[in-house]
Every structure is written in C-alpha cells, then in structure tokens.
Nanobody, 121 residues
Framework: VQLQASGGGLVQAGGYLRLSCAASGSIFSINAMGWYRQAPGKQRELVADITSGGSTKYADSVKGRFTIFRDNAKNTVYLQMNSLKPEDTGVYYC????????????????WGQGTQVTVSS
C-alpha cells in the first residue's frame, strides 16, 4: 500500500491550501484516515482525522479553519486549510488504517511521504 500526498507549498498568512492523499495498492477498505504535521524541533502531532463513516476530529489549534474530508471511492483524504498562520508551518503527513482484504482481522497503518507547508508572515 502506498499513500501519495500532494498540495503543499508556500503561502502568505491568511491564505489557503488544499492537501490531498491518495492510497493505492492492496486495499479492501480503509478505516480512519488522518493528517499529522511536524514542525521543526517538535514532535509529530495530529491535525485532523476522519472515520470511514465521516466522523471527524480536529486539533484545537485548527478548529474552524481546517476541514478534513474523504472520497471513499477514490481512497483519498483531503485537508482544506483556510486562514493559514505561520504556526501552521511544517511537514504534513497523511495516515491510513487499511484493511487489506475481506476477512482480515486487523488493520495496518500506513504513512505518506510528507508534504511541506510554509506560511509566511
């Protein structure tokens, strides 16, 4: 299974970006999908995640500004980031909890390669 993330870049404060992450490979279904970020010198933290049924969870720092959504038919998760702040700068990673085949009794966690988001003040 591979996760391909895209959509990062350089943007001014107050601007917006949309990240995408597409999963491919041996996939029967995907449970939770999420976005994490890692700022320089800091630990990786959860930004937002979404279940297969559409329930979402956000870090307090992004509530009201970021929206996570997914297209289950395309095995793709998105992160719409509005009103970006310099403190949103970091490498954003996507994650997926994959059920590889029907009847699998466990899920497997996969990570994308990371996409850089830089917000200038």
């Amino acid at each position: 299974v591979q996760l391909q993330a895209s959509g990062g870049g350089l943007v001014q404060a107050g601007g917006y970006l949309r990240l995408s992450c597409a999963a491919s490979g041996s996939i029967f279904s995907i449970n939770a999908m999420g976005w994490y970020r890692q700022a320089p010198g800091k630990q990786r933290e959860l930004v937002a995640d979404i279940t297969s049924g559409g329930s979402t969870k956000y870090a307090d720092s992004v509530k009201g500004r970021f929206t996570i959504f997914r297209d289950n038919a395309k095995n793709t998760v998105y992160l719409q980031m509005n009103s970006l702040k310099p403190e949103d700068t970091g490498v954003y990673y996507c994650n997926a909890a994959v059920i590889p085949f029907r009847g699998s009794i466990r899920e497997y966690s996969y990570w994308g390669q990371g996409t850089q988001v830089t917000v200038s003040s």
